[in-house]
């Protein structure tokens, strides 16, 4: 093991964010789905750890075909527009920016 991957830390919500962002894999880019895209590169950008989610990420924006710049745009506009997340802590999923 290197020491960098001996420095790697487990991000306390890797488990619940790998099921997202594996879904994200085989999904289209809906506007849900790129904000789920855009929250979660912000979550993770700088993370010491996570390495196989930060991996992931970058091949879900080469499979969409677009760049981190033009995805952050798109959410912002998205945002501007419509509420995504508004309702879902009622059902169950937490709005978690953390």
Do not use: C
């Not at 894999?25 to 912000?42: F, G, H, K, M, Q």
């Not at 419509?82 to 802590?89: D, F, N, Q, S």
């Amino acid at each position: 093991m290197s020491e960098t991957e001996n420095q790697d830390r487990q991000h306390p919500l890797h488990r619940r964010d790998r099921i997202i962002v594996d879904n994200l894999l085989v999904s289209s880019p809906t506007d849900y789905n790129l904000a789920e895209l855009a929250r979660l590169r912000i979550r993770y950008n700088g993370f010491p750890g996570a390495r196989d989610i930060q991996r992931d990420l970058d091949v879900v924006l080469q499979n969409w075909e677009i760049t981190e710049t033009e995805l952050f745009a798109k959410t912002r506009q998205i945002h501007a527009d419509k509420p995504l997340y508004k309702g879902k802590a009622n059902k169950g999923e937490d709005e978690d920016w953390s």
